[in-house]
């Protein structure tokens, strides 16, 4: 069983930046692929960034590739999305996710967090 807190959400001006971060509970955390997906308001949730459980593999959206950058902490239990160069259309609740699998993050992976807001302002 994992936990995951996501925390970082706000409001921020198109071009502006804000950094996300997941804290995981578990000893196994290392052990965990991680990714983030998000949701606008009547869109599907769609997958925007996941990791591998060493770091060595990132995978991302094409929307949001060199935007965008994930990244873990395993030391720490904790995931970060730095995002840089926001646009309106960036705007969503961002989800932390975890997975065994680095193939299911980024499809249906299996653990979710509940969620921050992104607000991105034009």
């Known amino acids: 069983q994992v936990q995951l807190v996501e925390s970082g959400g706000g409001s921020v001006q198109a071009g502006g930046s804000l950094r996300l971060s997941c804290a995981a509970s578990?000893?196994?955390?290392?052990?965990?692929?991680m990714g983030w997906f998000r949701q606008a308001p009547g869109k599907e949730r769609e997958f925007v960034a996941a990791?591998?459980?060493?770091?060595?593999?990132?995978y991302y959206a094409d929307s949001v590739k060199g935007r965008f950058t994930i990244a873990r902490a395993n030391a720490r239990n904790t995931v970060y999305l730095q995002m840089n160069s926001l646009k309106p259309e960036d705007a969503a609740v961002y989800y932390c996710?975890?997975?065994?699998?680095?193939?299911?993050?980024?499809?249906?992976?299996?653990?979710w967090g509940q969620g921050t807001q992104v607000t991105v302002s034009s």
């Open positions: 996710n975890a997975d065994l699998s680095a193939s299911a993050i980024q499809t249906t992976p299996r653990y």
């Open positions: 578990g000893r196994t955390f290392s052990t965990y692929a």
């Open positions: 990791i591998n459980w060493s770091g060595s593999s990132t």
